[in-house]
């Protein structure tokens, strides 16, 4: 059983306008641990193709325990320099585990210079890096980096193993993932991988869709509209889409140029390259690229009909004769047909499923909170 401090609530005065303060500094946590390490994919999804990207190293397998410490590190403001910001204040779980601000704000309110990716299949990733540029090989290093970032969360890792083992329930909380209560900076990003690759998004019309026709990929479905399998005939054929984002997990190898600017403005993983992400979740997830330049998919999709730019990055997929930019030029009509395909890649469930739900309880409340 998880073992955890009674709860110490705090007071508040309210006045002014409305917004959510924490009611504890203790997380609530279920008597019997949710299951994180049992996750059953659809047979679609479920191939060899698919388990040979798990990015599971052999001495961090998901476990329950391992993953329900992860949660509440996510969400913990404690690791963060002035506890203000968790893991959880740039990727929102209703917004597919992304952030809704172009470029994220760090602890000091300074913004970051990319907008926060989404976290839709962390575990199975077709090339193993992570980060808009690609510079971490494992979830276990990406898991550390924001933590000490100077801009993010601003915390030194002896800071963090400090401020964690003088807390009341966190050393409960590593004995029961781990087998003793030892706080180290290894473990915790070994828990909050653990949750990281817990987080899953295959509960969509479109999955649904492929299990009740799982020998047809690529071509229309009987249970998606007309509408959305014509934005499926063209994701997957002349709109050239899945040439990036491929098959069901909708996610690219390498990274690549998108053509955005004519000139490197980032360099990303070099000459403006930038990790292609999965579509689950898509719709959930604005603004898009790695600077949160386009607000919306339709002007997305507008950009790779139209909007591509010439530069010495550009992916040679998304260039026409003589290395000029690729000009689709889609209908209006065709337009909002991609447009509706990706939204049935959205998985509501994962937005909402307590599994990878806040622990800490929240209150509404008017007016500026002073603890008692």
């Known amino acids: 059983m998880i073992r955890l401090a009674s709860l110490a609530l705090v007071s508040f005065v309210a006045i002014g306008a409305t917004f959510a303060v924490r009611m504890t500094e203790t997380p609530v ?21 698919v388990r040979k990207w798990d990015t599971t190293p052999e001495d961090n397998p998901i476990t329950d325990a391992g993953a329900t410490l992860g949660r509440v590190l996510f969400y913990d ?3 963060s320099q002035n506890h203000t910001v968790s893991c959880s204040s740039c990727h929102h779980q209703d917004r597919g585990f992304a952030d809704p601000e172009r470029l994220s704000a760090g602890f000091e309110g300074e913004r970051t210079p990319r907008n926060s990716m989404a976290l839709a299949f962390p575990r199975y990733d077709r090339n193993r890096q992570f980060f808009w540029d690609e510079r971490a090989q494992t979830l276990e290093e990406l898991a550390l980096e924001p933590i000490q970032d100077l ?24 004995d029961d993932a781990f087998g003793t209560p030892e706080v180290t900076s290894d473990r915790v990003a070994r828990a909050l991988s653990q949750f990281l690759r817990s987080i899953t998004a295959y509960n969509s019309r479109y999955d649904a869709a492929r299990l009740a026709e799982p020998d ?5 479905l009987a249970g998606l509209t007309d509408q959305e399998n014509k934005g ?69 999709v507008e950009h790779y ?7 010495p990055g550009l992916d040679r997929r998304l260039r026409a004769g003589y290395g000029r930019p690729l000009r689709l030029n889609f209908s209006a009509e065709e337009r909002a047909a991609l447009v509706a395909f990706l939204h049935t890649l959205t998985d509501t469930t994962m937005a909402t499923d307590p599994r990878w739900s806040d622990p800490f309880p929240i209150a509404e409340a008017t007016g500026e909170t002073e603890a008692d």
């Not at 993010?152 to 909380?173: H, I, K, V, W």
């Not at 047809?216 to 229309?220: M, S």
């Not at 996610?251 to 000139?263: A, E, V, Y």
């Open 77 to 79: 403001v404690r690791l």
């Open 305 to 311: 009909s139209t909007g591509i730019k010439p530069g």
């Open 216 to 220: 047809v990929f690529g071509q229309p």
């Open 151 to 174: 801009v993010e969360m601003g915390l030194t890792l002896d800071e963090l193993t400090t401020r964690l083992e003088t807390t009341a329930f966190y050393p409960g909380l590593f």
């Open 232 to 300: 499926l005939e063209l994701f997957f054929g002349p709109g050239r889409c899945e040439q990036c984002h491929v098959g069901d997990l909708f996610m690219g190898k390498q990274p690549t140029g998108n053509g955005l600017d004519s000139t490197i403005v980032d360099a990303g993983a070099g000459n403006g390259r930038f990790k292609i992400v999965s579509l689950r979740n898509v719709a959930l997830t604005a603004p898009y690229m790695h600077d949160g330049r386009f607000e919306t998919l339709e002007d997305v």
């Open 29 to 49: 946590l279920p008597e019997t641990p949710y299951s994180y390490d049992s996750t059953e994919l659809p047979g679609h999804l479920d191939t060899e193709t």
